[in-house]
């Protein structure tokens, strides 16, 4: 099992003053950090406790310790750790996740992912490391828990790369991001259902008004519960839904960027808008349409500069 090193929880008022105290009394250094109540670390980890929320994130090799022996029984009054599929049984349910990688990015493609899992599948998920990939620090280890998943017994996914060209033209056809969005997700499910028809539910991250994927969906995807909610990643699909599309979208742009002899960042950003630049210079402006969504005011900016 996949060592856990990090841990986010909702608090309490109640309980982040509570928490302190317990910090305070363990001999816990505290730091300033910004947004938050207070920071400190002890024990071979880290806490901080987020003035939005409040939260707390536990980081270190003594996370999983903190959590249930410390925080869990001192704090939170509960025991979940280790006890996902009583306290949360829904995520052990039959059930497909997705996610997508590269919305936000100006590089690169929009690549959406779906996983379908049932209560084995879902517990091997769990032990191979599936977690949001936004908590995954490094491209390297993103290649390498998606390997992991991929020697689960039993799993079945799909991914689909649409890339620059293409969603530019969908963009266009669409209009607006969250119907494409709804239009790919939709797609991903489909093509899942196929696989495993008697599949009840699908879960989503909400990122439109759900009625926008649910008209998206075909018969096969109308005949299930669709649920969309914030933060999804913390379902073992959508999780490893997010992994495999995060590893294939990083894939994508490491090979164009090669091909293409200029690294292709992540983001949009000065150093995105200076690669841009360079992309130009180097092979004229007609291949800005094949790395990048042309919709995002970066397009405009750097081809007015050319």
Request: aromatic letters at 8%; charged letters at 25%.
């Amino acid at each position: 099992m996949a060592a856990l090193t990090t841990y986010t929880k909702p608090l309490t008022d109640l309980q982040a003053a509570k928490l302190r105290t317990l910090l305070v009394a363990k001999g816990f250094e505290f730091v300033v950090k910004p947004y938050c109540l207070y920071a400190g670390s002890g024990q071979k980890v880290s806490i901080a406790v987020y003035e939005k929320g409040p939260k707390v994130v536990v980081q270190g090799k003594g996370t999983e310790d903190f959590v249930k022996f410390t925080l869990e029984p001192e704090v939170l009054g509960e025991a979940e750790l280790g006890y996902e599929d009583v306290a949360h049984p829904e995520m052990f349910a039959p059930h497909i996740g997705v996610d997508e990688s590269g919305k936000g990015d100006f590089f690169g493609p929009l690549v959406i992912a779906g996983v379908y899992v049932d209560g084995a599948v879902a517990r091997q998920l769990v032990e191979a490391g599936a977690m949001d990939s936004k908590r995954i620090g490094s491209d390297a280890k993103i290649a390498k828990v998606a390997e992991a998943l991929r020697g689960v017994r039993g799993l079945v996914y799909e991914v689909i790369v649409i890339g620059p060209e293409r969603y530019n033209q969908l963009y266009l056809k669409f209009g607006n991001l969250n119907k494409l969005l709804a239009w790919g997700h939709a797609k991903i499910i489909e093509n899942l259902l196929e696989r495993v028809p008697d599949c009840p539910r699908a879960l989503s991250d909400q990122f439109a008004n759900p009625r926008v994927l649910q008209a998206a969906l075909q018969a096969r995807g109308k005949a299930i519960v669709l649920d969309q909610q914030t933060k999804a990643e913390s379902d073992p699909a959508v999780a490893a839904a997010s992994i495999f599309a995060r590893e294939r979208f990083v894939r994508w742009l490491q090979e164009a960027g090669d091909r293409l002899g200029i690294e292709l960042a992540k983001g949009v950003s000065p150093m995105v808008k200076a690669g841009a630049a360079r992309l130009i210079q180097a092979h004229g402006v007609e291949v800005l349409p094949t790395v990048a969504k042309m919709h995002f005011k970066t397009a405009n900016e750097v081809l007015e500069q050319a």
